[in-house]
């Protein structure tokens, strides 16, 4: 489990890289969540001990955070997605346009990824769900990548998932 007594300060995160662009623009094509995970990941990997595997890490991790705000499906407002670095860990910023109908949706899926039995529910979604859920996305950032996955929402109509990814030296 993930605690705030094992967080950094946010002034100890370096910002690495940002993009943001227009949420309809983005939503317009699946492969622009690929693209971006992609071109990311290659950017801000380039320093790693193991630059090749740290960027298809983060890729994938990246990928699956972008279809989560893909799958919100709410053309209006801007993306942006922000990566930080603080020693081993990538943080990744992504905010996004929530429609108040889903708000409630992402405190619970976010939060889940901290219950006692978030292991046992991410092995139930994946051998039920014909696609990942965004819950099993999140779950699976926390089970397989031991992210901490947290929820900003202080500047509707958007939210902004923050996790922080401990990707360098982690043996998987």
Known sequence: MH?????????????????????GAFLS?????DQLS??????ISHNRTDPVRHSNFFSSALNELLEVSF???????????????WGPTERVELTFPCPPGQR???????????DADAHARYLDSISTDL???REAVLLDLSINFDADVRLDESDPPSIRLVVDLPLEGVVR
């Open 3 to 23: 605690g705030a007594e094992n967080q950094p300060t946010e002034a100890a995160f370096e910002p690495l890289l940002h993009f943001e662009m227009e949420m």
């Open 29 to 33: 094509d699946w492969n622009h969540c």
């Open 38 to 43: 992609t071109f990311m990941a290659r950017m």
């Open 71 to 85: 799958r919100s499906g709410s053309p209006d407002g801007r993306i942006g997605c922000a990566v930080y670095r």
């Open 104 to 114: 409630q949706f992402y405190r619970e899926a976010v939060s889940k990824t901290r």
């Open 131 to 133: 696609a990942p859920s």
